[in-house]
């Protein structure tokens, strides 16, 4: 049975570490830590590949992040998987990072961001 999970988060820190600029895009290296309240509450560490285009707002990541806190009162860690670009933007659960109480998780996440830049992740998710 498919569970879903809101979780209001705030970014902590960004790291960038240009890696390549050249002529069409430039690509980073991304850090990035969060930290999380609601049904799900704790942190996590992500870090993903950024490519930048020429054109303004055209842009392109990958990268994967790991939760560790609690989920509807379950303890431990998972890994998302994100990819996104101007097409739009996916972030699933990677298959057997689960631990301790959240052994087992899969799902798909989605984050929305309110006007004033307040960030909400949904995660709709199942154990098992």
């Known amino acids: 049975m498919e569970t879903k999970a809101v979780a209001p988060f705030t970014i902590e820190t960004w790291e ?3 890696c390549d600029e050249r002529a069409g895009a430039r690509l980073s290296r991304t850090r990035i830590t969060k930290t999380f309240t609601g049904d799900f ?3 996590s560490e992500a870090f993903t590949v950024m490519c930048h285009a020429a054109v303004q707002e055209s842009s392109a990541y990958v990268g994967f992040e ?5 989920l509807h009162g379950r303890a431990g860690t998972f890994v998302l998987h994100h ?3 101007g097409a739009g933007a ?3 659960v990677v298959p057997d990072t689960g631990t301790g109480e959240l052994t087992g998780i899969r799902g798909v996440a989605d984050i929305s961001i309110a006007e004033g830049g307040a960030h909400t992740l949904t995660l ?4 098992g």
Do not use: N, P, V
């Open 66 to 70: 790991r939760f560790l806190g609690s």
């Open 41 to 43: 509450a704790g942190t």
């Open 124 to 127: 709709r998710y199942e154990l």
């Open 83 to 85: 990819t996104a670009s």
């Open 90 to 92: 996916s972030w699933t």
């Open 16 to 18: 960038d570490d240009l």
